[in-house]
T-cell receptor
């Protein structure tokens, strides 16, 4: 398995500002992903974080709004830019390990935009 | 594209009742199938998985069998406990496609178990 931490665990932000969420894993992993879970909804994949190159975004998500970095095999950041109340969600980092090929999720970052 | 359909909740049961949560999928490749659970205030945890047809995943008394002929992966438990109250998500991943390990989730089913 993998132990994943996310910072911050929650935040309340004003519209128009940006928030960077960090994801740290305790071991090297093959793939890292960022998901969004809007209130009462299922999880939607935002992008695949690629080490040392630009992230791969899903339809409906763009780099200007959700810039992602992954400088090494154990760390990634997601920035939610120019926030609006519609961005209020839980943002989750997930990883696929080199050993089990299973996907593990971080505890999530609960974001509220006012 | 790939999709997962789950029965709508909430599902409310008395303790020791039998649980079934239906899940069907659509995929053009050869997906692996998963059940994830989200307990109140916690993150998503992998509950069980099956990687090929007729596989049965099991964990903590929960079971699900990968049925290719009916494209289903229904979750079952013979006797639920109050501690099983959570939201359950069915998901698939199609390793054969360029999407790699991306998970496609169902909408989730909330289970409430009464003492």
């Amino acid at each position: 398995s993998a132990v994943i931490s996310q910072k911050p665990s929650r935040d309340i932000c004003q519209r128009g500002t940006s928030l960077t969420i960090q994801c740290q894993v305790d071991s090297q992993v093959t793939m890292m992903f960022w998901y969004r879970q809007q209130p009462g909804q299922s999880l939607t994949l935002i992008a695949t974080a690629n080490q040392g190159s630009e992230a791969t975004y899903e339809s409906g998500f763009v780099i200007d709004k959700f810039p992602i970095s992954r400088p090494n095999l154990t760390f990634s950041t997601l920035t939610v830019s120019n926030m609006s109340p519609e961005d209020s969600s839980i943002y989750l980092c997930s990883v696929v390990t080199r050993t089990s090929y299973e996907q593990y999720f971080g505890p999530g970052t609960r974001l509220t935009v006012t | 594209g790939d999709s997962v359909t789950q029965m709508e909740g909430p599902v409310t049961l008395s303790e020791e009742a039998f649980l079934t949560i239906n899940c069907t999928y659509t995929a053009t490749g050869y997906p692996s199938l998963f059940w994830y659970v989200q307990y109140p205030g916690e993150g998503l945890q992998l509950l069980l998985k099956a990687t090929k047809a007729d596989d049965k995943g099991s964990n903590k008394g929960f079971e699900a069998t990968y049925r290719k002929e009916t494209t289903s992966f229904h979750l079952e438990k013979g006797s639920v406990q109050v501690s099983d109250s959570a939201v359950y998500f069915c998901a698939l991943s199609d390793y054969k496609k360029s999407s790699g390990d991306k998970l496609t989730f169902g909408t989730g089913t909330r289970l409430a178990v009464r003492p």
